[in-house]
């Protein structure tokens, strides 16, 4: 029997602004799933990108006074930056500037034109240039763009059009017969009803700018965006040539894409991929919208999350856990910092460090840190070990179906059990008795769950794998394959490593502390009231409000951490006839050194207030982005320490 597979694929992104939260969040399932396929054994291929034409760009491009490529070449290789700091293992990065791609788009080009599918007329109607979608004037809301609500542009001009419409038909007969083919199963509804009410013909070419593949019969006109972006996927094959990686990995298993863009993947790509009589994807998965404190992300609402800041602040693995975890896959989720602190605080430091921290403090109590002989199992122990036995075989099923929340939560039901177990077994009383084969067995099952927890949990939190692997003395994880997901692969004798918690717990409140306390530039207002007095938005103060608020610039003497608080720092601070003491909420964002001599702008009538135990009588002004990235307001030398700011 040949070797099972799986060819997974990300959407190309458009290089038109840094990456987000979002880019994130598919792309990190996409690995994540890549990676589980690759450890059971399957021969995976796994594919994402850059979508580098089009209207979009070449305007973009244009703002900024560079040329289109030199625009992509800089965003492209953020993209690429922070796929590196997030364990991304992709076998592919195709961009469609590449000329592997220029050939492979010319080509379907041209065949489905050489085939009578494409023919030449002239296009009248509406474009969407950020969705880069041509829209008929009956499904325009409001005279907007019914994606993304954004006004639309009347387009004329001549153009190839593709004929969707003659395939209409089959694609609906393909859907029925296919139910995986569109999950989850609300957006195959969606779909189908898209397609039940009339497909147009799909304008497939450009005249009017020329940042784009060339149209291979007719060089004035460029290839629309998305008929090149989709291609992409038989790029990263080596399409149109015959290769054993098109032979081996298409259909593709997964097209993983969000909500949006489902139109664009199961009918313009299905339909190329019919006329060019190839086979079509297994899957098209389109999962949900993560939304910031519940709205939708967007760079004029100034809401958009920077990963790199959230790898900083909180590491790799916290981000990758929330994003599969806490999403509900394929629907909607919210993002935040406090839901996301909440929950590593709960899964990765209370249930899973905890379980590793204390399992090896006991291990270096009572068998100097060396994994004990086991002896007899009692009903208890076969209980766990029953568990953890099938659990690689039931997670495996659960990926199969996409149900990524509830293979995760398999895996943390392992981890409770196994705190359970510590609890039920007690090992502080048998270490007790003279007869230690007891506790050896307690010891030796904790210790070889937590080696299952490890190969289970690497594919979604490969940091998570290597540091429980190193710690319980063993190497080489890499090298381990899915036979050893069974129970009794721990050599006992073998001396492990306790290190420090995996998951050193976040004070929530003191993150939260920090974020209100330093939320100034977002009010319109110079003040930020108190939370529970927020002023509601839109709503104008008066001079007389203002003035009660006492503004002066500081000039900063000294600035120091605060023990157990490493977002904290503490100032000393000079007001021109007074000194005072200030605790600010930015660690994270400056060394103590860089702050000396900064005149800075604080609140002086604020009550005072303690932070840990230390004394702050008033309040810097700074700004942060949503994102948290901080900046405090300083103002220049030649303002004296204690002027008033008004
Ligand atoms: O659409 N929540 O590129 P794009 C969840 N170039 N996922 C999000 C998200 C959010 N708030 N924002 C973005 C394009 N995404 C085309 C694709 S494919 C042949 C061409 C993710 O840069 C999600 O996967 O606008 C979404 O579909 C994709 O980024 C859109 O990326």
Redesign the pocket.
């Known amino acids: 029997m040949s070797k099972e597979r799986f060819y997974v694929s990300?959407?190309?992104?458009?290089p038109?602004d840094h990456p987000?939260?979002?880019?994130a969040?598919?792309t990190t399932v996409a690995d994540s799933l890549a990676r589980w396929h690759r450890f059971v054994g399957r021969d995976v291929y796994f594919v994402t990108g850059s979508?580098e034409h089009g209207q979009k760009i070449q305007r973009a491009a244009m703002t900024k006074n560079v040329t289109p490529q030199a625009y992509v070449d800089e965003i492209v290789a953020s993209f690429k930056a922070l796929w590196e700091k997030l364990h991304i293992e992709y076998d592919d990065f195709v961009r469609t500037t590449e000329p592997r791609h220029h050939r492979a788009v010319q080509t379907v080009f041209k065949r489905i034109y050489d085939q009578g599918d494409i023919y030449k007329d002239s296009y009248s109607g509406w474009y969407c240039t950020p969705c880069?979608t041509f829209w008929v004037e009956n499904r325009l809301i409001d005279g907007n763009c019914p994606d993304c609500s954004r006004s639309v542009e009347l387009v004329e001009e001549e153009s190839y059009f593709f004929k969707l419409s003659k395939y209409s038909s089959r694609l609906l007969a393909y859907i029925e017969e296919h139910p995986e083919f569109i999950q989850p199963e609300s957006r195959r509804k969606e779909m189908v009803n898209f397609i039940k009410s009339g497909l147009e013909d799909l304008c497939v070419s450009r005249t009017t700018f020329d940042w784009g593949i060339p149209v291979p019969i007719d060089e004035g006109h460029v290839i629309y965006v998305?008929f090149d972006?989709?291609t992409?996927?038989i790029t990263a094959l080596g399409y149109p040539e015959e290769t054993e990686l098109m032979e081996q990995f298409w259909p593709a298993d997964l097209h993983?894409?969000?909500?949006?863009?489902m139109r664009?993947?199961t009918i313009i790509w299905p339909i190329i991929l019919m006329a060019l009589d190839l086979p079509l994807p297994k899957t098209v998965f389109g999962?949900?919208?993560?939304?910031f404190d519940s709205d939708?992300?967007s760079k004029s609402k100034g809401n958009v999350v920077d990963p790199l800041i959230l790898i900083d602040d909180f590491g790799v693995d916290p981000i990758r856990y929330f994003l599969m975890r806490e999403i509900s896959f394929g629907q909607d989720g919210n993002f935040s910092r406090r839901a996301l602190i909440e929950r590593t605080n709960a899964d990765l430091a209370n249930d899973l460090g905890n379980l590793l921290n204390r399992t090896l403090s006991m291990l270096d109590r009572y068998f100097d840190g060396i994994v004990p002989q086991p002896d007899k199992n009692n009903e208890i122990d076969q209980a766990i070990i029953d568990f953890a036995n099938n659990l690689a075989t039931s997670v495996d099923a659960l990926l199969k179906d996409y149900k990524l929340n509830d293979a995760l939560a398999a895996i943390w039901q392992l981890v409770g059990r196994a705190n359970k177990y510590v609890d039920e077994r007690a090992p502080w009383n048998l270490a007790k008795l003279d007869d230690k084969s007891e506790l050896g067995t307690v010891m030796y099952n904790l210790l070889e769950v937590l080696r299952i927890v490890a190969l289970l949990v690497k594919s979604f939190l490969p940091e998570t794998g290597d540091a429980i692997w190193n710690q319980l003395g063993l190497n080489d994880i890499e090298s381990q394959d899915f036979s050893q997901v069974t129970w009794g692969h721990l050599n006992p004798g073998i001396q492990t490593a306790k290190g420090d918690p995996i998951f050193p717990r976040i004070d929530v409140e003191e993150e939260m502390e920090v974020e209100s306390q330093v939320k100034t530039e977002k009010s319109k207002s110079k003040v930020e009231p108190k939370k529970e007095e927020k002023a509601p938005e839109g709503v104008v103060i008066g001079i007389e409000d203002f003035a009660k608020v006492q503004l002066a610039v500081a000039e900063i003497l000294e600035a120091g951490p605060i023990e157990g608080a490493d977002r904290l720092l503490k100032l000393q601070i000079d007001l021109g006839n007074e000194k005072r003491q200030l605790v600010a909420g930015i660690a994270k964002h400056y060394a103590p050194n860089e702050l000396i001599g900064r005149r800075i702008v604080v609140v002086t009538n604020l009550k005072p207030a303690k932070l840990r135990g230390e004394l702050s009588e008033g309040m810097l002004l700074a700004a942060t982005s949503p994102d948290g990235k901080l900046e405090i307001v300083t103002v220049s030398n030649a303002i004296p320490a204690g002027s008033r700011v008004s």
Do not use: Q, R
């Not at 990300?10 to 458009?14: A, E």
């Not at 987000?20 to 880019?23: A, F, L, P, S």
């Not at 999962?287 to 939304?291: A, F, K, N, R």
């Open positions: 990300t959407p190309i992104y458009y038109s987000h939260i979002g880019h969040y598919t979508d880069e998305w972006a989709l992409n996927y993983l894409v969000g909500k949006e863009i664009f993947h999962h949900g919208w993560l939304l939708k992300m």
